[in-house]
T-cell receptor
């Protein structure tokens, strides 16, 4: 699986958009970008994934650059409950392949 | 739909004792994974079941760890005998098919004294 690079921490004001970047310059053509988050004392929670196209669901939007070497997770209106560690994971197939977690980005949403 | 459930949520045992962790995956999910996070480290993969078969156990740290998934439903992870370095949070995840995400339980926090 390709390696990912994320900033160790970010702050975001409550109600504003949180934009979390991820670099995955060695991603191969058939690898997906997955985002998970871990809120304190809970298990990792799936957020969103994509291959080439931008994706949106009820939780977030995922913007993948055209060359697929980087992506951005967007939480459109961050709340205090979005404070968590966010993991960007690149994998061939999350369903039947072990996930490789890095250190992630610790997002702090501030009132 | 019930999520992945793990039992117990916390376990405190002494070094040398045996502990068994249990994971109930989401109903119908053939893939079941065990991961763990030890203090200050990243979450690491332990092993992967497809139904009742071990697909990949490359992450198991040593032979003190034994995982089973009889009948392809729930899974157990036994640590015998427990050592201090086994302390950490053990997560279970399950998934249905290839390109669907893994869903995680809230973990078992294991403390070895």
């Amino acid at each position: 699986d390709a390696k990912t690079t994320q900033p160790p921490s970010m702050d975001c004001a409550e109600g504003r958009a949180a934009n979390l970047p991820c670099n995955h310059s060695t991603i191969s053509g058939n690898e997906y970008v997955y985002w998970y988050r871990q809120i304190h004392s809970q298990g990792p929670q799936y957020i969103i994934h994509g291959l080439k196209n931008n994706e949106t669901n009820e939780m977030a939007s995922l913007i993948i650059t055209e060359d697929r070497k980087s992506s951005t997770l967007i939480l459109p209106h961050a709340t205090l409950r979005d404070t968590a560690v966010y993991y960007c994971i690149v994998t061939l197939s999350a369903g039947n392949t072990p996930l490789v977690f890095g250190k992630g980005t610790r997002l702090s949403v501030i009132a | 739909e019930a999520g992945v459930t793990q039992f117990p949520s916390h376990s405190v045992i002494e070094k040398g004792q045996t502990v068994t962790l249990r994971c109930d995956p989401i109903s119908g999910h053939d893939n079941l994974y065990w991961y763990r996070r030890v203090m200050g480290k990243e979450i690491k993969f332990l092993l992967h079941f497809v139904k009742e078969s071990k697909q990949d156990e490359s992450g198991m740290p040593n032979n003190r760890f034994l995982a089973e998934r009889t009948g392809g439903t729930y899974s157990t992870l036994k640590v015998q005998p427990a050592e201090l370095e086994d302390s950490g949070v053990y997560f279970c995840a399950s998934s249905q098919v290839q390109n669907q995400p893994q869903h995680f339980g809230d973990g078992t926090r294991l403390s070895i004294l």
